[in-house]
């Protein structure tokens, strides 16, 4: 089973510009979950879908951060215009079903803005 | 007040130590218990889950919750080189959103 794909792996961008991520989750899963995890603490939800519907998004500073899920299987996330303490993983994860304890996450990608 | 909170570490012991991971959290509504396992440059993977009360033993390691206290451990048992990473501890906060601590970083050393 191929596990949660994100791109691209690294990113280097300068304050205020713009950038995206891509996440394609397990084959299957329903819920799909973005968290940010800045250096030495723990990951942090942004975002959770079920399908491609909103399901929580409370900590999501909308100002500057959206995302989708289009037709509830892959999803982008976009940072616009990028700070300083946005430098984080942005993990992505799928679970089968909603309320599910186990996550499978990708690999991240680690942002750092200059 | 974090909901979760996590001795960041690091912490260092040779190969065969009995390795002792803690958090503890402040709601007394938490229900399911997760600790994760992260290597470097990677995502979480999940190691085992523990509902409510009690322990949960797989392989060389223990899930222990004390709900009482509102504590939760990981016991690592004969521990190996290929344990170091950072443990994360997790709390399903209803409808599957994960309130992590900060994760403690293991190294063991051969």
């Known amino acids: 089973e191929a596990g949660v794909a994100q791109s691209p792996r690294y990113k280097i961008i300068e304050k205020r510009q713009s950038v995206a991520f891509w996440c394609n989750p397990i084959s299957g899963h329903a819920t799909l979950y973005w968290y940010q995890q800045i250096l030495g603490q723990g990951p942090k939800l942004l975002i959770q879908f079920q399908n491609n519907g909103v399901v929580d998004d409370s900590q999501l500073p909308k100002d500057r951060f959206s995302a989708e899920r289009l037709k509830g299987v892959d999803s982008t996330l976009k940072i616009q215009p990028a700070k300083l303490e946005d430098s984080a993983v942005y993990l992505c994860?799928?679970?089968?079903?909603?309320?599910?304890?186990?996550?499978?996450f990708g690999p991240g990608t680690r942002l750092t803005v200059l | 007040q974090k909901e979760v909170e996590q001795d960041p570490g690091p912490l260092s012991v040779p190969e065969g130590a009995i390795v002792s991971l803690n958090c503890t959290y402040s709601?007394?509504?938490?229900?399911?218990f997760m600790w994760y396992r992260q290597y470097s440059r990677k995502g979480p993977e999940l190691l085992m889950y523990?509902?409510?009360?009690g322990n949960k033993e797989d392989g060389r390691f223990t899930a222990q919750v004390d709900k009482s206290s509102k504590y939760i451990s990981l016991f690592i048992r004969d521990s190996q080189p290929s344990d170091s990473a950072t443990y994360l501890c997790a709390i399903n906060n209803q409808g599957g959103k994960l309130i992590f601590g900060q994760g403690t970083e293991l190294s063991v050393k051969p």
């Open positions: 523990t509902y409510s009360s």
């Open positions: 709601n007394s509504a938490f229900q399911y």
């Open positions: 994860a799928s679970s089968q079903h909603i309320g599910s304890n186990e996550q499978f």
